[in-house]
Nanobody
Framework: VQLQASEGGLVQAGGSLRLSCAAS????????MAWYRQAPGKQRELVAR???????NYADSVKGRFTISRDNAKNTLYLQMNSLKSEDTAVYYC??????????????WGQGTQVTVSS
């Protein structure tokens, strides 16, 4: 199983950006999917998570600005980021808990994509 994230980019403060992450390989079912981020000198933190029942949770710092969604038919995860702030600058990683078979559950990470917000 592989997760392939889209490229991030450079955006001005107040702007928007959408990330995507496609899962491929032997997939029986996808449980939860999530976005994490890691800023320079900081620990990786959870940004948002979406579960198989479409329930979601967000870090307080992004509530009301970011929206996580998934397209189950395409095994693809999205993160719509609006009203971006300089403190959103980080490397963003997609994450997924995937069953490659009915009995095999694994946790997978995408390659990380840089998002830079200029003030």
């Amino acid at each position: 199983v592989q997760l392939q994230a889209s490229e991030g980019g450079l955006v001005q403060a107040g702007g928007s950006l959408r990330l995507s992450c496609a899962a491929s390989g032997p997939i029986y079912a996808i449980n939860s999917m999530a976005w994490y981020r890691q800023a320079p000198g900081k620990q990786r933190e959870l940004v948002a998570r979406i579960f198989s029942d479409n329930s979601r949770n967000y870090a307080d710092s992004v509530k009301g600005r970011f929206t996580i969604s998934r397209d189950n038919a395409k095994n693809t995860l999205y993160l719509q980021m609006n009203s971006l702030k300089s403190e959103d600058t980080a490397v963003y990683y997609c994450n997924a808990n995937i069953r490659s078979t009915m009995s095999r559950l694994g946790t997978y990470w995408g390659q990380g994509t840089q998002v830079t917000v200029s003030s």
